[in-house]
């Protein structure tokens, strides 16, 4: 799939996110070690990679959660860090692993939490942000819970409550890392459908991490592999996951057949070889 | 995909939107004007009892009639103006300021155990008052010193508790932590003093259980300004204190600066405490109390938390006080006894825990 994109006045594409030279490090150890990585408006992307491979660290640089020792990220084409931070957060959302909230707060309540870089703290809402938590609530299929507390709520309804907070931002970028972590099977392909749903219909720009492969190259139309802080590979899924590729940095020997329902590849372990 | 520029989100719904309309509200948010206007009434009813209270009773129609100057006895009117409205009044507010530094504290560390005694800052600003008595010399130990030293006090105990929780970021289970420990070493270090200088019991000990008796304008006079300027803060960062509670990451996604937030936010819970406690002295557990109760009767939202919190720990106080007043007891006072009110903080974990147990329990089943 081309990447389609704003162009910028040199006529080159103007990407929505971009690493440039990323290096993140804990202490001597880098975890991200001269990342780069665009990401253009409109797309789909999912970071993909085995644990510890800095998946989760390259979503919070992006997210300006975690700020680079050396390298700079770009959104819209201005330096993330030098953006105030609700300038920053009107423009971008994300949602972290495994988020908390106190457990006597609604459903309408943590939505309405979204406007929180648009209207001040304490600040009335206004008629738009009710008219944007109303809609976050709808896309999620959320609204029937508004006054529901969220300790109430089952693990997939609490991740599309989650879902529907950061799309009350009203961002036209939305970042989520591992989003379908704790959920069976069925509520992960629901929040998997809702993600594609407003990549479609609302041209929403999404960089997510997902643990599942098969997931990833279903949902997404673009697999960025980490490996050990950097991109080892990136482009389409059918293009990416080769047996080559699982082995190398998953350490697995695996069987690539193709989707019957989607054509996605779609792969199949059968056998740990190990990693050096 | 050539729709999808155009179709970015602009916070229109989906579909035709049919005008504007509100969310169906939480039973918290429906309830939470009656419960307001409610305690609200509650706290209004027991100041009425409290100002009769003391070693003189007076019936609540002669304290109305006193308040407005037409009491029949002018002693009555004299003691209902000059002793009993500006300790009522103490009560009232410092039980307002321990309520509410009981809900920010347990917004920024998300642990429904913390407290205004957690942090240190009661603990801090008692053993400012003790080191005083028993070091300075003797005649500066004028009432309106006392207090401005438990500010004082309390103010550099938040300080060292939050520079020691830090480590590159402060964590809320570090924040609680560190205040936990300064606290237990301000309370170990307060009772040496007292045990070194065994006279000054009497005159110390009303700081470390809590007080309002013997109130009066002058304490007031040091209260108001801190309530003024506190009690606005703490509700004004109910915004704030609910985004951080959804986590640093969520909270700066947001588009907060959490660590900033969190610095602020405790600072504002430690002016509440310090305040209060620089007139009252350290009465326990109504910072814990009142805000449990609050939440529980209007859900977790800080924006209706807050306030309720302020208004429900001011009931207890004067509950409790009402209380203390009631049993009013001979107390040996040097060599003679006096009759005197229980302190206060005597009877607030007293009546307060039992209470809160069943509640516990009554959840439970």
């Not at chain 1, 990401?39 to 989760?56: E, L, M, R, W």
């Not at chain 2, 939107?17 to 969310?23: H, K, V």
């Not at chain 2, 006895?73 to 009993?84: A, G, K, S």
Request: aromatic share 4%.
């Amino acid at each position: 799939m081309s990447t389609i994109g704003r162009n910028g006045r040199d006529g080159t594409t103007l990407a929505a996110l971009r690493a440039a030279e990323v290096r993140v490090g804990y202490g001597e150890r880098a975890v991200l070690d001269g990342l780069e990585l665009d990401i253009a408006p409109g797309t789909v992307t999912a970071v993909v990679g085995p644990n510890g491979s800095g998946k989760s660290t390259l979503l919070k640089t992006l997210a300006r959660l975690l700020r680079p020792d050396a390298g700079a990220v770009f959104l819209d084409g201005a330096e993330i860090a030098s953006l105030p931070t609700a300038a920053v957060a009107r423009r971008l959302a994300v949602l972290p692993q495994g988020p908390t909230a106190p457990g006597g707060l609604t459903v309408g309540e943590l939505v309405e939490q979204g406007r929180y870089p648009h209207a001040g703290p304490l600040r009335m809402l206004r008629m738009q942000d009710h008219e944007a938590i109303r809609t976050a609530l709808a896309l999620t299929d959320m609204t029937t819970y508004a006054a529901r507390p969220l300790d109430g709520l089952s693990g997939g309804e609490r991740q599309r409550a989650w879902i529907a907070l950061a799309l009350a931002q009203d961002t036209p970028t939305l970042l989520l890392d591992e989003p379908t972590t704790f959920l069976d099977i069925g509520h992960q392909l629901e929040v998997l459908d809702l993600i594609r749903r407003l990549n479609r219909e609302r041209g929403l720009t999404i960089v997510l991490v997902l643990h599942d492969l098969n997931q990833a190259a279903r949902y997404a139309e673009r697999l960025v592999v980490l490996d050990r802080g950097r991109v080892v590979a990136d482009g389409a899924p059918q293009d990416v996951l080769t047996t080559a590729l699982l082995a190398e940095v998953f350490g697995v020997r695996a069987r690539i057949l193709a989707d019957p329902e989607s054509g996605a590849p779609l792969c199949l372990p059968y056998a740990v070889v190990g990693r050096d | 995909m050539e729709g999808r520029v155009i179709t970015r989100a602009t916070g229109r719904a989906a579909g035709p939107t049919t005008g504007f309309a509100l969310l169906p509200r939480s039973a918290g948010a429906r309830r939470f004007p009656a419960f307001l206007a409610g305690v609200g009434a509650l706290v209004i009813a027991l100041a009425a009892l409290h100002i009769g209270l003391g070693t003189v009773r007076i019936v609540p129609g002669e304290v109305a009639a006193a308040l407005l100057g037409r009491a029949a006895d002018p002693v009555h009117r004299q003691i209902v103006w000059e002793l009993r409205l500006p300790r009522t009044l103490i009560a009232l507010v410092a039980g307002a300021m321990l309520g509410l530094a009981g809900a920010l504290l347990q917004a920024i560390t998300r642990n429904p155990l913390a407290s205004p005694s957690l942090t240190g800052v009661s603990a801090g600003g008692v053993l400012a008052v003790v080191a005083w008595l028993s070091f300075a010399p003797a005649g500066l130990a004028a009432a309106g010193v006392l207090p401005l030293l438990a500010l004082a006090g309390g103010l550099t105990t938040i300080t060292l508790v939050y520079a020691l929780s830090w480590q590159g970021g402060s964590d809320p289970t570090r924040l609680a932590l560190s205040g936990i420990l300064v606290g237990a070493i301000c309370s170990a270090i307060t009772l040496i003093l007292l045990v070194l200088d065994a006279q000054r019991i009497g005159s110390v000990l009303r700081w470390i259980i809590g007080s309002v008796n013997g109130r009066v304008w002058v304490h007031w006079e040091i209260l108001w300004p801190w309530a003024l300027a506190a009690l606005p803060l703490g509700l004004l960062s109910a915004g704030a204190a609910n985004a951080l509670g959804l986590g640093d990451a969520t909270a700066a996604g947001l588009g907060q600066r959490p660590e900033r937030a969190r610095a602020a936010l405790l600072f504002v819970a430690a002016l509440l405490t310090a305040g209060a406690v620089a007139v009252v002295g350290a009465i326990g557990f109504i910072g814990l109390i009142g805000p449990h109760l609050a939440r529980r009767l209007v859900g977790d939202d800080a924006r209706r938390a807050f306030p309720l919190s302020a208004v429900v720990a001011a009931a207890i106080l004067l509950a409790a006080d009402v209380v203390a007043q009631a049993l009013t007891l001979e107390f040996p006072f040097g060599d003679a006894t006096r009759r005197a009110g229980l302190p206060v903080g005597a009877l607030t974990a007293l009546l307060g825990a039992p209470f809160f147990l069943y509640l516990m329990l009554r959840e439970e089943r």
